[in-house]
Nanobody, 121 residues
Framework: QVQLVESGGGLAQTGGSLRLSCVVS???????????MGWVRQAPGKEHEVVAR????????YYKDSVKGRFTISRDTAKNTIYLQMNSLKPEETAVYYC???????????RGQGTQVTVSS
């Protein structure tokens, strides 16, 4: 079993920054080497969307077009942790952000409990 625990959400002003962290526990080695890892968000009344994703090797990354150049996903295998650095935040990015893992690009196998990010205008 795999557990994903997020932290780092909160309130930011427009243009501000937040860094989300996700600690992976359980079958960590298998998870980081076997699954895509990333961040999914859900804004009120909207569908889940993959914001950023890192490949199983950690070499390749994907970003939703609207966050390119502002968000950075990274992972620290020694700490079993995934990060999402979010800069120049916008009010429309207010959402619950979930750490997620999966064998498919949708990251649907495992999700954390989520952390609220609120961006004030």
């Amino acid at each position: 079993q795999v557990q994903l625990v997020e932290s780092g959400g909160g309130l930011a002003q427009t243009g501000g920054s937040l860094r989300l962290s996700c600690v992976v526990s359980g079958d960590t080695f298998s998870t980081l080497s076997s699954y895509y890892m990333g961040w999914v968000r859900q804004a009120p009344g909207k569908e889940h969307e993959v914001v950023a994703r890192v490949s199983r090797t950690g070499v390749s990354t994907y970003y939703k077009d609207s966050v390119k150049g502002r968000f950075t996903i990274s992972r620290d295998t020694a700490k079993n942790t995934i990060y999402l650095q979010m800069n120049s935040l916008k009010p429309e990015e207010t959402a619950v952000y979930y750490c997620a893992a999966g064998v498919s690009l949708s990251l649907s196998a495992y999700r954390g409990q989520g952390t609220q990010v609120t961006v004030s205008s």
